[in-house]
């Protein structure tokens, strides 16, 4: 168990990067604080993999460091480090049987035969293949590949760190959330550091600590599951995480108000003044049906009953926005008017979430 | 489900019995019909029973022909096979240096077995072969047509030369066939090169290790050409194969009875063997399960 610190960390497949564009990992620093669950979020092809495998050593950076617990570990091979990986895909060593599978990596290590004897025994009772121990691995289903594939990332108490990418894809949504079940429990009993890639935020939410959101080779944002709901730092964030996501409207901001299709929206905070693509950013959730003529003005275009709640899809001058409003309150037909809840608005500039003058500083 | 009887639906097949029978089934009889068949000349025969079979099975000469031939076949083997991994192990996954290699590696492939025979006999030879030449300079005493361990030296050489391509490349393909997230998992598994090559590489090399192997063997269980082209089965009969003994008695000496008994027992040695690979290929697919 380590604290992982990158350090100026980014890379390239090409050998010779130019610009930006070139790096699937852009510059990056960050510290993953010992024994917390990290879920790294974002959507295909955004350098989540490659992160993880410069982690683990698979990989070497084309630039920056990587520390445990402040030794520089960036040349050091996968060995050396002590990690454990689980792959989206399963691999299974086919010819020996899963009890045998399960004891690799402790055999490897030489560890003594009584304790790799219990330790399997108890790995096997987690992932719920007492029965088939004995069996060979060959034949087995994908799901079944998969959970010994689990089992043999969990099988080393003393791994430096647990990364998983995106671990769960083969596995039936049953099952799914079993495993996730025990991968927490198993955190919080023995506080391993655990990084879970994934590209499904319900996975990422209810898995970690921490979430980390990533966009086009950049992290941007690091926080709880609430932070991210309540505060997006970038627009992508606001509209990956929430179902719906985020609503973002093009805006003008002019101190404590916004003007969004020609009507005012009260902000109740300062902003400094603003330039470039400015945008504001609000939650379905915090978006209401008014029969207010003070609001803005909005077409209704369709409405989901989702259950326990209605999400009503609006058009705001060529603009969609979303709201979600109760099973039980009416949906007015045709036209209508939405105002915003002042807590839910965030405003964005070029993307990046503005904070507002605070009150003591004006 | 129906079906309707119509016997004439057998005359459908009768081309391809009759194309059957005059290629294969015709002339294989008539060597069966030699074998049990004996004559003083003037094409008159007269039936033999099974002693050509009991004269051959009597003889020395088969029995030698057959224990030289499965030694070079082992021998073959032994070589060959793990060369050949060898060498895929080592080979360029991607890239130019790997289209390169392949290209290099089929080329011996591609040259006729006589002809890989005169380059051998040519090349071997003390007086104006460079490899003969050049061991004689060396002071080494090398004469394939005089030495019969020189003899065989050549003639495993030259299969090897001619052959291990094919091993390497079957192993290449299986090989290739590996994602890349099975070695990543034996890094992070902290497994040594050799379990990962005894867990992961020979594992799912072994379809098409076991094709490798049979082919190998019945291709050099039946080796002609090449040894007769360099030693033509000297020197005496230390490199006389069952193929090279077989002709002999067939057209030099014109003994068409027991040549025609020989080749049937050749050609059920060759069955009996090819099916005891089927049976092990079989089995080894079946080991899956429980």
Known sequence: MAKITLSNLAHSYFPNPSGDEDYALKELNHDWVDGEAYALLGASGCGKSTLLNIISGLLVPSRGRILFDDKDVTEAPTAERNIAQVFQFPVVYDTMTVRDNLAFPLRNRGADATYVQQRVQEIARMIGMEEQLNRKARGLTADAK?????????????????????????????????????????????????????????????????????????????????????????????????????????????????????????????????????????????????????????????VEDVGRHKIVRLDISGQSVDAIIAEADPVPSGSTFVSFDQAGINIYAEDWRVDPIRESAA | MNKTVNQKAWFLILPVLVLVGFSAVVPLMTVVNYSVQDTFGNNVFFPAGLDWFRTNLQSDRMWDSLQRQLIFS??????????????????PKR???????LVLMSLPLLIPWNVVGTIWQIFGRADIGLLGYTLSEMGIDYNYTQDWVDAWITLVVMDVWHWTSLVALLAYAGLQSIPDAYYQAAKIDQASRWKVFRYIELPKMQGVLMIAILLRFMDSFMIYTEPFVVTGGGPGSSTNFLSIDLVNMALNQMDLGPAASYSIMYYLVILLISYVFYTIMVNLDKRDGV
């Open chain 2, 95 to 101: 890239g130019f240096w790997a289209s390169l290699c």
């Open chain 1, 146 to 302: 998969q959970k010994i594939s689990l089992g043999r990332g969990m099988v080393r108490e003393d791994v430096n760190a647990l990364l998983f990418d995106e671990p769960l894809t083969v596995i039936d949504p049953h099952m799914k959330w079993e495993l996730r079940t025990q991968l927490k429990a198993l955190h919080h009993e023995f506080g391993h550091t655990m990084i879970y890639v994934t590209h499904d935020q319900t996975e990422a939410l209810t898995f970690a600590d921490k979430v980390v959101v990533m966009y086009d080779g950049r992290v941007v944002q690091m926080g709880t599951p609430q932070e991210l709901f309540e505060q997006p730092e970038h627009t992508f964030v606001g509209y990956f995480i929430g179902s719906p996501g985020m609503n973002v409207l093009d805006a003008s901001v002019d101190g404590t108000t916004a003007i969004v299709a020609g009507r005012n929206v009260p902000l109740g905070k300062p902003y400094a003044a603003l330039t470039g693509k400015v945008e504001l950013g609000v939650r379905p959730e915090f978006v209401q049906l008014t029969s207010d003529e003070g609001g803005i003005p909005a077409k209704i275009r369709r």
């Open chain 2, 74 to 91: 082992a021998i073959i083997l032994l070589i060959q096979i793990p060369l050949g991994i060898l060498i895929a192990l080592n080979m």
